[in-house]
């Protein structure tokens, strides 16, 4: 399995930027994806999570600004992020794990990562 993020870069606080993921593997309907991320000297955390039964969780940091969605027919995982703060500044990775439910930890397939800069 192997994923590819894209969708970083600029953007001013207040604004919006959406993520995507793509990942090449036949099984991706039934993978758990998660959109993680690490500030500058900051450990990596899970942002926001979507099972394959399409339940979703999120970090209390990013409830209600950011969305994670799936399209199972485009093997695509989205972060849509709006509101965005400086605080937000991460480089952004995708994750896909086998495990049921939304793991927090222990993904099994990762993404390069995408970097995110937010100005204010």
């Known amino acids: 399995v192997q994923l590819q993020a894209s969708g970083g870069g600029l953007g001013q606080a207040g604004g919006s930027l959406r993520l995507s993921c793509a990942v090449v593997?036949?099984?991706?309907?039934?993978?758990?994806m998660g959109w993680f991320r690490q500030a500058s000297g900051k450990e990596r955390e899970l942002v926001a999570g979507?099972?394959?039964?399409?339940?979703?969780y999120y970090a209390d940091s990013v409830k209600g600004r950011f969305t994670i969605s799936r399209d199972n027919a485009k093997n695509t995982v989205y972060l849509q992020m709006n509101s965005l703060k400086a605080e937000d500044t991460a480089v952004y990775y995708c994750?896909?794990?086998?495990?049921?439910?939304?793991?927090?930890?222990?993904?099994?397939?990762w993404g390069q990562g995408t970097l995110v800069t937010v100005s204010s």
């Open positions: 994750a896909a794990s086998g495990r049921n439910g939304i793991p927090r930890t222990n993904y099994d397939y």
């Open positions: 979507i099972s394959w039964s399409d339940g979703t």
């Open positions: 593997g036949r099984t991706f309907r039934r993978y758990a």
